[in-house]
């Protein structure tokens, strides 16, 4: 089936500094959403992005949907340790959401 | 929180046995999908009910069923339980306007973690 593919699969940070995660997909996306899991808990919605070349910030999070809408990346600027989990891009396609392999976050105080 | 509340919320199953997995979707949401997630991978579409109907199906097979009741709260069938079926379970609920889910956000339950045995 048509998969997003996500990477990287694990990232390790030091407290303060920045994280990039990157989705891509081989055909067009009609919209891409991301979201946040923590360990142990469920998917949290963070945002969906619909137009070509849409940036979307939400405090210190950075989304942004490529051009072509075949890619999209999630960059958090000065990590903390409650941005710890794993974070999932997800493309919306009529009935249904899929979700790539997500990138695991672990930040070190 | 979301207000989508599923039950149980841990479960442990013998293979070949049956289950029964409960959502309750947030007030107003008529549209409910399923999800399985295996550990350390991403959530897998199952199916997706709108208004009791089945509006979707992934690529699972038959003995996974679900239903939707006139109050939007839905069931997860599971026969013939495999060890492969293990996972945390997901339901999530959707304000949508139209049929599609993949056009506006999911609202997810805490989910329902099953082990079978």
């Known amino acids: 089936g048509q998969q997003v593919m996500q990477i990287p699969q694990y990232q390790h940070v030091q407290e303060g500094e920045d994280f990039t995660t990157y989705c891509n997909s081989s055909?067009?996306?009609?919209?891409i959403q991301w979201y946040k899991q923590r360990p142990g808990g469920h998917p949290v919605f963070l945002i969906q992005l619909v137009k070509s070349g849409e940036v979307k910030k939400q405090k210190r999070l950075t989304f942004q949907f490529g051009e072509a809408k075949k890619n999209s990346s999630l960059h958090i600027t000065a990590t903390q340790t409650t941005d710890v989990g794993t974070y999932f891009c997800?493309?919306?396609?009529?009935?249904?959401?899929?979700f790539g392999k997500g990138t695991l976050l672990t930040v070190n105080p | 929180e979301t207000g989508v509340t599923q039950s149980p919320t841990h479960l442990i199953k013998t293979r070949g046995q049956q289950v029964t997995l409960r959502c309750s979707s947030q007030s107003g949401h008529n549209t409910v999908s399923w999800y399985q997630q295996a550990l350390g991978q991403g959530p897998q579409f199952i199916f997706q009910y709108y208004r009791e109907e089945e509006n979707g199906r992934g690529n699972f097979p038959p003995r996974f069923s679900g239903l939707q009741f006139p109050n939007y709260s839905s069931e997860l069938n599971v026969n013939a339980l495999e060890l492969d079926d293990s996972a945390l379970y997901l339901c999530?609920?959707?304000?949508?306007?139209?049929?599609?889910?993949?056009?506006?956000?999911?609202?997810f339950g805490q989910g329902t973690r099953l082990t079978v045995v």
């Open positions: 999530a609920s959707s304000p949508s306007l139209s049929r599609s889910v993949g056009d506006t956000e999911a609202f």
């Open positions: 997800a493309k919306g396609s009529n009935y249904k959401l899929t």
């Open positions: 055909t067009t996306l009609s919209n």
